[in-house]
């Protein structure tokens, strides 16, 4: 079966479970009063917090974006209290949104723009994405990204098993949540380096996605050209190791709003919030 039919297939059920555990998450915070709303359900309170925010952001826009790229992305109150720990939660929060947004341009560019393109000549500016100058640097770009939440991740496992500060409390959940992580990673590196390594499984596109030139690996690809050394003698089935690494990146996409990464899509409304009524 097509590799896009199968992702799809895991994907859309993955994507609707997501958005329910959002729901719910979100509808949990929402029992509580808010002031100007006190007789609206949860979808009317989402109403009134929504346009509010909008109000707010349209009157103060340059603060706001200086708000969430200070004290959200590269959060200044937690390099105020440890570098160590500021780089960690920098390295994974900075990668995470980084890589989101480099991974959705190019799959809209060089997915959907691309297959558009040969049958509506509008989007034929696609291969330029597909081919061109922009294609090396941002299969660079998510390569970068995601090596740095790969060592921001080993930063914090360190700190967590090894370094272990007084006041830091590893719950079960901590563990898990980090080696997932770990394990996404290594997975996506790993398939990288067989398939540098083993150019058959490009040719006979097991994969997804379009490469790049083999001759660009060494650069743009580096993590994974420096792991294809060691796996120019290792034979594996390449299919399954696209289900290892693809499966569990969809569980814990599922996994996200019952777990404390949740904080991700929370803490940016927290501060910002918080940072308004100082302001105010």
């Known amino acids: ?71 959200v992305i590269f959060h200044r109150k937690l390099f105020n209290q ?10 994974l929060v900075f990668g995470f949104i980084a890589t989101f947004a480099v991974d959705m341009i190019k799959g809209f560019t060089t997915g959907y723009l691309v297959e558009w393109s040969r049958s509506i000549p509008f989007f034929s500016f696609a291969r330029t994405f597909e081919t061109g100058p922009i294609r090396p640097f941002l299969d660079f770009s998510l390569e970068f990204f995601s090596f740095l939440i790969l060592v921001g991740c080993v930063l914090a496992i360190i700190r967590r098993f090894f370094i272990r500060p007084d ?13 997932f992580i770990l394990y996404l ?12 390594a083993h150019p058959e499984v490009v040719a006979n596109q097991v994969y ?10 060494n650069w743009i690809s580096f993590f994974g050209y420096f792991l294809s050394f060691f796996m120019k003698g ?18 814990w996409f599922v996994y996200i709003p ?20 100082e302001k105010l």
Not at 58 to 71: A, D, G, I
Not at 167 to 179: G, R
Not at 208 to 217: E, G, H, K, R
């Open 167 to 179: 006041q830091l409390k590893t719950e079960e959940e901590d563990i898990v949540t980090l080696f």
């Open 258 to 277: 019952h777990s404390k990464l949740l904080h991700i899509f929370t803490s940016s409304v927290t501060v910002i919030a918080d940072r308004a009524k």
């Open 1 to 71: 079966m097509d590799k896009h039919t199968v992702f799809y297939a895991m994907f859309i059920p993955s994507m609707l479970l997501f958005l329910l555990g959002m729901w719910f998450r979100v509808s949990l915070y929402l029992h509580g009063t808010l002031e100007g709303a006190e007789g609206l359900g949860a979808w009317g309170k989402v109403r009134v917090l929504s346009g509010r925010g909008w109000k707010g952001f349209w009157n103060r826009p340059c603060w706001y974006m200086r708000t969430l790229v200070v004290e």
């Open 82 to 91: 440890s570098f160590y720990r500021w780089l960690a939660h920098t390295l």
């Open 208 to 217: 997804m996605a379009n490469f790049t030139p083999v001759s660009a690996n």
């Open 185 to 196: 990673e290594l997975s996506g590196f790993f398939i990288e380096g067989y398939r540098i």
């Open 234 to 251: 290792i034979h594996l089935n390449p299919h399954f190791l696209w289900y290892a690494h693809v499966i569990p990146c969809l569980v």
